[in-house]
């Protein structure tokens, strides 16, 4: 059984522009968190990272959502093979 | 229950930036109302529609809310109205839920919120286009068989859809919803309880009253909004007490609850949504990935800021220079119909001159309203905001802070007024405590006057005199920001504030909208501000006229040096002294204390100068041959820079002050802000003044 050489989480704000990734986990302040997941930015969520690396922008569901750095910081994603330009 | 006959009163409910205002402006065109309510400030909008049978229709527009756990004001009075909370605004009976078809699911969580409410509801199906256009087909009678309730599709841009709406509005009979989902099983017995709390003790109808205990049970952190009630002790009790127990096994029912919610809206959707297929990034990712994070996006959002910058100076010029000389002429003619003596000098120097200071600025305010709503309309704003959010931030303030602040270089009032839009407490407050400290356009005169006499040529160049003002500028700005970083630091420190925003897709701006926005607006600030100019214009007048000379035939620099305002500016000389100025110019920072344009009239007055413009020649002459009792000149260079330096910190301007006192709903922050901008204008200017002299200036 091999191991993953590197491990696919990062924080939302590592994800490269383009690429699709689904949400691990979600820390953060806890209302802030509760806001998160009311406009679909919960666990399981698919979620496509239009760019940014500290303020960033992303795609939900056909929800454009921008978010600051220390609100992408608490956001980890899983990413999925594939680009979707 | 209402009796057949009665008015419907429906509230027209949905997420920002679904086109529910378009609706509200389609049903109701001119027949708005639009007032704030009581305790709190947020705008309330009412409209009257006209049913089918031409029955009058009211609609409630409330405001955008993606939830009914409320994370800001505006979203907090939603929830407190449609949960029957507010004293001041019943209940609506029915309610309008408008979804953007072309994010369904999103939009569909405040209308299952709703519809757990048990009263009929109207869901619309706006932006149907959009959906189609981003390879979506939305079937409406399917999720109307699959909610129960009436689902209109429209394009309410194009008024596509309204008169279905109004034929389903007109309806006696509205089916109620059969959305029938679950609670999760272990939160069942805690919302019943406390659904029964609520019917028992807090008079809540039942269905309303499980709705309103799911969101009690799961909201974490509740925001509570002035004006609205309170729950009974009874209820309150069983509310902890499933909390307490909640946490002591840490179970995370927020979570759990939405989770369950999205399920029920997934199933709901399941055939009404058909993706035809993935049409790849739209238009406005596109034009994003190169507004945002680029280079080419930080010159296009300078360009968007110099043209809002320079409209406001250039283009508002010749309608003001209109407005000001059509107020001249009223005040010729009310002085040429009234006989000489107080009345008709109240008339002409307390009214006409006060109101038409402030209507002089209307231009000027109603471009800076054009502009917001441009923003807002093509939904650059929104990326504007999250932009200026970096930047922003490390003084302490929020993106959103920024077009307030901008709009501040013009008048801090409406300024002031934009801040709404910051959700965070402590961030909006101290954007406006420091609005002021951008050199509003009032500023203007006193700068020009000062440059004017510190100059000793009688033909100022125009880039010294855009190098001083530019100057002044750059002072009052570097304030703003560095007081804003000191109060986040010290009395407003909060945690680094967390930031999430929708960004509306672009669209082509709606000038309707836009104008009926900019009249609106400008209208509520000539009200607020007006009347309160308008009081103290005239208290101003009588500062300055009474006590009398006893002598009726001495020049009315004499007059004014007799009246209280001037025993004022000689009560104020010690203190003044020290920073250059003396008594004379202490009555003038007195009478300006009202509005700070006042000061170059006042000085004329004082040094017996018959201003007939704003031409600042006649005055500039009578400045610089004034001198002290000793001999000394008085409008030294130096002197006249401080001055300068004075207005650009000291709190001057009793509207913002009123504006202030409404948008904090108490009189502890103008208070404050009065305090601590007056007097440190008093410790630079003095540091200014002593350094300058101890330098050999």
């Keep these: 059984m091999t191991t993953p050489l590197f491990d696919p989480r990062v924080p939302l704000c590592q994800l490269p522009a383009g690429a699709m990734g689904r949400v691990c986990a979600i820390t953060g302040e806890e209302s802030f968190v509760q806001r998160l997941r009311e406009m679909g930015l919960g666990e399981a969520a698919i979620v496509r990272k239009v760019s940014g690396t500290t303020t960033i922008l992303c795609q939900v569901n056909g929800t454009r959502i921008a978010l600051n750095h220390d609100a992408a910081r608490g956001i980890m994603v899983e990413q999925l093979p594939g680009n979707a330009h | ?697």
């Excluded at chain 2, 009678?141 to 394009?155: D, M, R, Y």
């Excluded at chain 2, 100076?313 to 107080?342: H, N, Q, Y």
């Excluded at chain 2, 909208?513 to 007048?541: C, D, H, P, Y």
């Design chain 2, 1 to 697: 229950m209402r009796a057949a006959g009665d008015l419907p009163v429906y509230a027209m409910v949905g997420n920002p930036n679904c086109g529910k205002t378009t609706l509200f402006n389609a049903l109701t065109g001119l027949r708005q109302k639009v007032g704030n309510y009581p305790g709190v400030t947020v705008e309330k909008k009412e409209g009257e529609a006209y049913s089918q049978h031409g029955r009058p229709m009211k609609i409630i527009d409330l405001p955008g809310s993606y939830s009914l756990a409320a994370r800001s004001p505006d979203e907090g009075v939603l929830r407190d109205v449609l949960l029957g909370r507010r004293a001041d605004t019943p209940a609506p009976h029915r309610i309008i839920c408008v979804v953007d078809a072309s994010n369904l699911e999103r939009n569909l969580y405040l209308a299952h919120q709703i519809l757990d409410l048990g009263r009929p509801v109207i869901v619309v199906l706006n932006m149907m286009d959009v959906a189609i256009g981003s390879g979506q087909r939305i079937d409406p009678s399917k999720l109307e068989a699959a909610l129960g309730v009436p689902v209109i599709p429209c394009e309410a841009i194009r008024g596509k859809g309204v008169v279905a709406l109004r034929l389903a509005m007109s309806r006696a009979d509205l089916p109620l919803a059969r959305h029938r989902w679950d609670v999760p099983g272990p939160i069942a017995p805690a919302v019943a309880e406390l659904q029964a709390s609520l019917v028992q003790t807090d008079g809540r109808a039942p269905l309303v009253a499980r709705a309103e205990a799911l969101l009690l049970l799961t909201d974490i952190d509740t925001l509570r909004v002035e004006g609205s009630t309170t729950l009974s002790p009874q209820t309150h009790a069983v509310l902890a007490q499933w909390r307490q127990r909640w946490a002591r096994e840490k179970m995370d029912w927020s979570g759990t609850l939405i989770r369950a919610r999205y399920e029920a809206i997934s199933r709901l959707c399941a055939g009404v949504i058909n993706r035809t297929r993935d049409l790849g990034p739209s238009w406005s990712d596109r034009i994003d990935r190169v507004l945002v994070h680029s280079l080419w996006g930080w010159l296009f959002f300078a360009l968007v800021m110099a043209a809002l910058f320079l409209s406001i100076f250039m283009l508002a010029e010749g309608p003001m220079g209109w407005i000001d000389t059509r107020m001249t002429e009223l005040g010729g003619w009310v002085k040429a119909s009234l006989p000489a003596g107080d009345l008709q000098d109240l008339l002409v120097n307390g009214v006409i001159g006060g109101v038409g200071g402030i209507l002089v600025f209307l231009p000027q305010i109603l471009i800076l309203f054009f502009f917001v709503g441009l923003l807002e309309s093509t939904g650059y704003m929104a990326r504007a905001a999250f932009m200026m959010d970096r930047p922003m931030s490390k003084v302490g303030l929020h993106g959103k802070s920024f077009i307030p602040l901008l709009g501040s270089y013009a008048c801090a009032i409406p300024g002031i007024m934009a801040t709404r839009t910051i959700e965070n407490a402590k961030d909006r407050l101290v954007t406006i405590l420091v609005a002021p400290l951008m050199s509003c356009s009032a500023r203007l005169p006193v700068y020009l006057l000062m440059i004017a006499t510190l100059l000793p040529k009688n033909e100022v160049s125009t880039p010294t005199k855009i190098g001083i003002m530019f100057l002044m500028y750059l002072v009052g700005t570097v304030g703003a920001f560095g007081f804003a970083w000191l109060f986040k630091r010290t009395l407003f420190k909060s945690a680094p504030p967390l930031m999430i925003m929708e960004l509306p897709p672009y669209q082509a701006p709606r000038w309707k909208e836009i104008a009926r926005q900019m009249v609106e607006r400008a209208w509520l600030f000539l009200k607020n501000a007006g009347t309160i100019i308008l009081a103290i214009s005239m208290v101003l007048w009588f500062l300055t006229t009474f006590p009398k000379h006893p002598d009726p035939k001495v020049g009315v620099d004499v007059q004014i040096a007799h009246s209280l305002a001037g025993r004022a500016g000689h009560l104020l000389e010690p203190v003044i002294k020290p920073l250059g100025f003396d008594w004379r110019i202490g009555i003038s920072l007195v009478t300006s204390f009202a509005a700070r344009e006042v000061f170059v009239s006042s000085l004329g007055v004082i040094f017996g100068v018959e201003l007939k413009s704003d031409d600042p020649a006649p005055v500039r002459v009578a400045l610089q041959a004034a001198r002290w009792p000793n001999g000394a000149i008085l409008f030294t260079p130096l002197v006249c820079f401080n001055l300068m330096i004075f207005y650009v910190f000291a709190m001057q301007c009793m509207s913002t002050v009123a504006v202030v006192k409404r948008e904090t709903n108490s009189w502890r922050w103008p208070l404050f802000q009065i305090g601590y901008m007056t007097g440190s204008a008093w410790l630079i200017c003095l540091v200014v003044y002593q350094t300058g002299r101890a330098l050999g200036f």
